[in-house]
Nanobody, 128 residues
Framework: QAHLVESGGGSVQAGGSLTISCAAS????????MAWFRQAPGKEREGVAA????????FYASSVKGRFTISHDAATEKAYLQMTGLQADDTAMYYC?????????????????????WGQGTQVTVSS
């Protein structure tokens, strides 16, 4: 059975950088849409970034565009979210999620119901 495990969260000062990882295993299909979501206390879950493992452009929320970079290593089946210029508003639990896809993540990449496998989350805390 496919599952995802996040790691690499932690505390960082505003302006700093952090990279979180997501290890995927148990997949029986070749390509999927991999995404990162986050949820802060009292706030709605937000799609942060998404990438189709078969190639193509990445998608980003406007709040992180230019600061965050999503990537995927097919050899290790790991996804990464490199975060730079971190701000207090980036403080949240970060989740990776995946959903089977045939030709890309699509324009609704930020919709949580597109993904059927979720990790347990990793906490990112940014102090100002």
């Amino acid at each position: 059975q496919a599952h995802l495990v996040e790691s690499g969260g932690g505390s960082v000062q505003a302006g700093g950088s952090l990279t979180i990882s997501c290890a995927a295993s148990g997949y029986t299909y070749s390509h999927y849409c991999m995404a990162w979501f986050r949820q802060a206390p009292g706030k709605e879950r937000e799609g942060v970034a998404a990438l189709y493992t078969g190639g193509g452009v990445a998608f980003y929320a406007s709040s992180v565009k230019g600061r965050f970079t999503i990537s995927h290593d097919a050899a290790t089946e790991k996804a990464y979210l490199q975060m730079t210029g971190l701000q207090a508003d980036d403080t949240a639990m970060y989740y990776c999620a995946s959903g089977r896809a045939w030709n890309g993540c699509g324009m609704n990449w930020y919709a949580g119901n597109q993904y059927n496998i979720w990790g347990q989350g990793t906490q990112v805390t940014v102090s100002s």
